[in-house]
């Protein structure tokens, strides 16, 4: 089990750049989560996969984030012209749920992006 | 809708000292309840959990009970270690009725853990 892993770790970038981190999943976990955390708060969804299928998305997933889970199995988001506002930490998380109120969620060390 | 709360920090304690860190929710229905840590540098981790009222998880020396009637699930560690030092998640998850769910956490809680 090598745990879910994303990358890149750290990203600075310019405003108005766009950036695209990668998350891969435990292997055969079937649902992936986005979230993101900002400083000295706990993390918020952002949005869901069920295999392939994006299922859920948050308020907070304005125009400018898109996600994709093409082949079920690694994520990536994208977030188009950065702002400010959008320097966090973007943790991802899997999970293998089978059965109604068994499932736990599995999170990756995150990306921390920085916008200049 | 659903919230979590949980005690500001940071908490100081010394190597032995006993530690509670209190976390209380706001949901319908009965939710999944967990605790995550996030040590210095690292990713969250999985400390325990619970899915029915009166459940206890433990996992670590930590413990936490689901109490339906009080809406809470507070944390307790009997002796805490250096290495205890971290950041301390309260997450309220999909009821048990659910077929999935997003979390959704509190605010975070850090703990320093003198020697």
């Known amino acids: 089990d090598t745990g879910v892993s994303q990358n890149p770790r750290h990203k600075i970038t310019k405003r108005g750049q766009n950036v695209t981190f990668r998350c891969d999943p435990i292997?055969?976990?079937?649902?992936l989560y986005w979230y993101r955390q900002t400083l000295g708060q706990g993390p918020e969804f952002l949005t869901y996969?069920?295999?392939?299928?994006?299922?859920?998305k948050s308020r907070l997933l304005s125009d400018r984030f898109s996600a994709e889970r093409p082949k079920g199995s690694f994520s990536t988001l994208e977030i188009q012209r950065t702002e400010q506002g959008d320097s966090a930490m973007y943790l991802c998380?899997?999970?293998?749920?089978?059965?109604?109120?068994?499932?736990?969620?599995?999170f990756g060390p995150g990306t921390r992006l920085l916008v200049l | 809708g659903n919230s979590v709360t949980q005690m500001e920090g940071p908490v100081t304690l010394s190597e032995e000292a006993f530690l509670t860190i209190n976390c209380t929710y706001t949901a319908t229905g009965y939710p999944s309840l967990f605790w995550y840590v996030q040590y210095p540098g690292e990713g969250l981790q999985l400390l325990l959990k619970?899915?029915?009222?009166?459940d206890k998880g433990s996992n670590k020396g930590f413990e936490a009970t689901y109490r339906k009637e009080t809406t809470s699930f507070h944390l307790e560690k009997g002796s805490v270690q250096v290495s205890d030092s971290a950041v301390y998640f309260c997450?309220?998850?999909?009821?048990?009725?659910?077929?999935?769910?997003?979390?959704?956490f509190g605010a975070g809680t850090q703990v320093v853990v003198t020697p």
């Open positions: 998380a899997s999970s293998l749920a089978y059965q109604r109120g068994s499932e736990t969620q599995y």
């Open positions: 996969f069920q295999n392939e299928a994006q299922l859920e």
């Open positions: 292997s055969e976990h079937n649902r």
């Open positions: 619970a899915t029915k009222a009166d």
């Open positions: 997450a309220l998850g999909p009821k048990t009725t659910d077929s999935w769910g997003k979390l959704q």
